[in-house]
């Protein structure tokens, strides 16, 4: 339920505070007063754009306050959104900039204007002349059937929507697996020898460069066996002459003759005999190396062949086995991509089965899928014909007696929501063809239709989820009369269900309305204002005359006023409440 309204610069109306209670509340007034303000007000808290032409020279501003009693949806959303709000309600804020710069606020929370648009759209219903959304809109008018047939459509929409979502993702699936196969063909031969080949080889990693350096190494063992040697004799010496080794026996041995006379010399001294025993594993190691080095032929051979057999594997295998930078340059390269391929390998091993297990499921998913929508179907050809009566009646009771409803349902592609179109046509008069709605019904006629659908749809018995908030703006427009007296009626029924704001010009339609507002211009110094008042029954009583003779003072317009007023009230005795505006404008 909208609770509140506050509207700040849009229009003639500066600053209006509208306070709402539930049924049927009426918005009157003169022409140029201001009345569509409200409706463009209301249009800003959904989402919609405002025209500049409409606003003042500065920021334009709408405050509304809806009860979240009920909607879950909505109020599962703010939750998600982190909005506040207090005591049930939520405020929510729109503003336009002077620039022409929209900002918006659920609950504390900045929004985007389309976010704004979903959350709020849900709440609250706008209908006018140029509106009628759901008689243009083919999915809106499949929306509205399965609203009416909810107990019977429930369920196995929600069904055929789930899986739906599993059809599509084992199609997807079987996609996937189809390129994979495909991969296989085209690949997973040459990857399988490509694979048994390296097997056979049994590179290791690093292997090629350990060969080019054993390769060098042996090509110059001559070189390599000298200077070991001659290192080794350096170290340790022989017979001939003095060696590194013997010096530093020496120079340990004199300084711990001195370490004896002074103790801070033994740390040294300890030192030299560690180079000594360090020096001595030095000149062994080096010895064993020059008596080790393998100078021979055959090994340099060996080497160079093993070399090669591995260059040509990378050469061969590079292109076959790719790593992540493009072919394989070494044997490292190569191992790293081979762990690579045998993945690959290991998923067309699978992707067969997996093909045949995932087409068997997809086949059993389409097959549930055709039962869903063949019960859909069934469910909402029947419930087309309990809408169409049901709108139909409504016709009858707004004088469109003549007029057939025929709510149609027919086959289209398979979507998420089954394989039906729902279409409303109308044919206006006897021997007229049915057609969309839209095309067939003049205005008066048009806004007629929406008000009976809305009408049939809220007091179905089915209809628990309906937008609890219905704006019109102007929907009489192009009637008169007794069609005026019985939308009038219509809109008061409708009020049982849901919250009902109507913008009229009739006095058959505001008779009916259980609160009064009435948007009252004047004109002072050059400039023009609206305010908005909240109107007893005596004042009721003048407007209504107003409304009826362009005389407020007519005794005539009075008198038929209050009988107007009195014939709404024993028509529909549930026409009560209340609600209070202020404000002023410009």
């Excluded at 739906?164 to 296989?184: G, I, N, V």
């Excluded at 290192?231 to 026996?249: E, I």
């Excluded at 400039?527 to 003779?549: C, G, K, N, P, Y």
Aim: aromatic share 2%.
């Amino acid at each position: 339920m909208l609770s509140t309204l506050r509207i700040r610069s849009i229009g003639v109306i500066d600053d209006a505070m509208l306070e709402f209670g539930p049924g049927f509340t009426v918005l009157t007034g003169e022409t140029g007063a201001g009345k569509t303000m409200i409706v463009t007000g209301l249009t800003m808290l959904l989402g919609g754009r405002l025209d500049r032409g409409r606003t003042s020279s500065g920021a334009s501003t709408v405050d509304g306050t809806l009860a979240l009693a009920g909607h879950t949806e909505l109020a599962d959303s703010l939750d998600e959104l982190g909005a506040e709000e207090e005591d049930g309600e939520v405020l929510v804020v729109r503003r336009v900039t002077r620039d022409g710069r929209s900002r918006a606020q659920i609950g504390g929370v900045p929004v985007p204007i389309g976010t704004l648009a979903r959350l709020v759209g849900t709440a609250v219903t706008v209908h006018g002349q140029s509106d009628q959304q759901r008689l243009r809109d083919p999915e809106a008018q499949r929306e509205a059937l399965d609203r009416f047939a909810e107990a019977e459509v429930a369920g196995p929409l929600q069904q055929h929507r789930e899986l739906w979502r599993e059809r599509s993702a084992l199609t997807e699936r079987l996609a996937e697996l189809d390129a994979l196969l495909a991969e296989r063909d085209r690949r997973g031969t040459a990857l399988r020898e490509a694979l048994e080949r390296l097997e056979q080889a049994d590179p290791q990693q690093d292997e090629d460069e350990a060969l080019r350096a054993e390769i060098e190494r042996l090509g110059n063992a001559e070189e390599l066996r000298g200077a070991a040697g001659q290192a080794a004799l350096a170290m340790v010496g022989d017979d001939d002459g003095p060696a590194a080794a013997s010096l530093l026996a020496i120079a340990s041995e004199s300084l711990g003759r001195a370490a004896r006379t002074d103790a801070t010399l033994a740390p040294l001294v300890e030192r030299l005999d560690a180079l000594c025993i360090e020096l001595s594993d030095i000149a062994a190691e080096t010895s064993r190396y020059a008596e080790e080095i393998d100078a021979s032929p055959g090994r340099i051979q060996e080497a160079n062949e093993r070399l090669h057999e591995l260059t040509v594997l990378v050469r061969d295998l590079g292109t076959m086995l790719p790593g992540p930078d493009g072919p394989a340059e070494d044997i490292t390269a190569l191992l790293e991509a081979s762990r690579t391929a045998a993945v690959d390998l290991d998923r067309f091993e699978g992707a067969a089965q997996e093909r045949e297990e995932t087409a068997r499921a997809l086949a059993r998913c389409e097959e549930t899928l055709d039962e869903l929508a063949d019960a859909l179907t069934a469910a909402r050809t029947a419930a087309a014909k309990e809408l169409s009566t049901a709108v139909q009646e409504e016709l009858r009771h707004l004088e469109m007696p003549d007029a057939d409803i025929r709510v149609d349902v027919s086959a289209q592609t398979h979507r998420p929501t089954g394989r039906d179109a729902v279409a409303i046509l109308l044919a206006p008069h006897p021997g007229a063809e049915h057609l969309p709605v839209s095309q067939a019904a003049s205005g008066g006629e048009l806004s007629r239709v929406m008000l009976a659908l809305e009408v049939a749809l809220s007091s179905s018995r089915n209809d628990r989820s309906a937008a609890p908030v219905f704006v019109f703006d102007e929907i009489d427009a192009g009637i008169g009369g007794r069609a005026a007296l019985a939308v009038g009626q219509r809109l008061a029924r409708l009020a049982r269900h849901a919250q009902v704001i109507v913008v009229t010009h009739l006095p058959q339609v505001a008779a009916h309305a259980s609160t009064h507002l009435q948007i009252v211009k004047s004109s002072e110094g050059g400039s023009t204002s609206s305010t908005v008042v909240h109107l007893d029954r005596a004042e009721r009583i003048r407007e209504l005359a107003r409304m009826l003779a362009g005389d407020a003072g007519s005794d005539l317009a009075l008198a038929h006023a209050e009988e107007l007023l009195d014939e709404a009230r024993r028509t529909d005795p549930q026409a009560t409440g209340s609600a209070t505006a202020s404000g002023t404008g410009r």
